[in-house]
């Protein structure tokens, strides 16, 4: 039989072009289906946690290895962010002579943006990858099943407990990381820079508003709840083996670390609508 | 009783089962035997309800299964008990753990109480004394016999055997064999075991089914099974029995 004639000229470039949106079409149905499926799980997470079992014991394991196990990495991250941002931050104050205000901007900045997010971030990296690579596991080798089978919901015993604790101990961390940035900080300006101690500190406590901290602390519960969302679900439909397992540990990494920026932008705008002037 | 009426069942449209129909009778041990691929565990996993079929029925004990939810579903669960090809046990807990598991969840025994069944089930698969041991410390056959241990203990009426005996040695094997004919003697249980070894299937079973691409082709009495004259069960027979 007789094959048909390849398309040529104007038909060719239409056809290409057809060829490019049907695959933008399919990538973007595939996007939407699993922020959809994504929706789902967080639902069936949130119905799971207000019904009993409520399970203190994983629960106090979880906040044990999200919040303490978190605290040297966080510790160390907050301490240099707030030195190197404070040395950043004097070269550009010290050219209209305002670097007393210096202490407040970093501080406002560490307590709205930086710390939540870059304690999410952190975060994400140790824990949001371990939970993908725990659940994953326990998905690939039946473990899961087995729960199931013996009539265990597998959302209420390994979801929620992990959900809630990232929920809670983030903004905890944010916090340290507020702090050690603050003593980071106060070292490289009045120690290394040095600024007036008292005109540093008259500084903050002039400028730096509750609702800062608010603000920070409102951000890490949402960003805390979505990077537990993300490596549970991601773990939790793992499959084809130890390189599904992988692959779902890489994904919970990069698709929590876009969230938490993306959230940031969202949350930050409707915050900022209700914040008082 | 389980009963399983025109179970279809079909993934990304490849059929995988046709129109299974199946009666397991109470306190009896069937063996569902097939090749790799031909729906064992598809099967296996709509008894308990890990799977949901594109049509058909599963009713236990008068109670139909497919379309119920969660909860009800879970409580039907409470009777089933599985040991898993790899076991399946939670490698964070040890064994002692994983055997308490389902005690721990479903009742309101003390410590002592749960430690005491424990000990007993771990004593029926011959396990005693290995509560503290991790199950990576164990040995295929072991960790298969805790896993049975596991699923014996909530006391259920019906276990389920996802291939019991794949990849031991003819020994262990054995061993396994002479361990579900035990729990079924002792406990009066009901036995479905999905398997491909022919000699464990007539060493344990009371009955057989022949599964082959997705459906029954022989279904009877273990010992009437050498009888059947479909070209496939006197294929896989002959891998036992040799050709005559």
Known sequence: MAQAPAPRGLWRGWTAAQASLIQLGEQALRFFSAVGAMAQFFARTAVAAVRPPYRFGLLLHQAEFVGVGSLFIVILTGTFTGAVFTLQSMTALERVGMESLVGAMVLISVARELGPVLTALMVTGRVGSAMATELGTMRVTEQIDAMEVMAVDPVNYLVVPRMIACAAMVPLLALVFLFVAFAGGYAVAVGVMGIDEGAYLARIEWTLDPYDFYHGALKSIVFGAVLALVGCYKGYHAEGGARGVGRATTQAVVIGSIAIFVLDYVVTSVLLLWEPV | ?244
Not at chain 2, 77 to 93: C, E, N, T
Not at chain 2, 147 to 160: F, I, N, Q, W, Y
Not at chain 2, 199 to 212: N, P
């Open chain 2, 1 to 244: 009783m389980i009963v399983i009426d025109a179970l279809h069942k079909s993934f990304a449209g490849k059929p995988i089962l046709r129109g299974i129909r199946l009666h397991i009778r109470r306190g009896r041990t069937r063996v569902i035997l097939g090749a790799s691929g031909s729906g064992k565990t598809v099967l296996m996993k709509h008894i308990i309800g890990l799977l949901r079929p594109d049509s058909g029925s599963i009713r236990v004990n008068d109670q139909e299964l497919v379309g119920l939810a969660r909860r009800p579903l879970q409580e039907i669960r409470r009777h089933f008990g599985m040991v898993f090809q790899q076991a399946a046990l939670f490698d964070s807990m040890t064994v002692g753990e994983n055997v308490a598991f389902p005690l721990v969840e479903h009742t309101t025994m003390t410590p002592v109480e749960i430690g005491r069944r424990v000990a007993e089930k771990l004593d029926i698969v011959g396990l005693a004394g290995c509560e503290p041991m991790f199950p990576a410390e164990l040995s295929g056959g072991m960790r298969k016999r805790v896993g049975l241990a596991r699923a014996l203990v909530l006391e259920p009426t019906c276990v389920l055997y996802d291939e019991p005996t794949t990849g031991l040695d003819p020994l262990t094997t054995y061993n396994v064999d002479q361990m579900i004919r035990d729990a079924q003697r002792r406990l009066q249980v009901t036995s479905v075991v999905i398997s491909h070894d022919v000699g464990s299937a007539l060493r344990i079973a009371d009955d057989i089914a022949v599964i082959h691409e997705g459906t029954i082709v022989a279904d009877c009495p273990a010992a009437e099974i050498r009888a059947s004259q479909h070209p496939h069960v006197r294929r896989f027979l002959d891998t036992w029995f040799g050709a005559a």
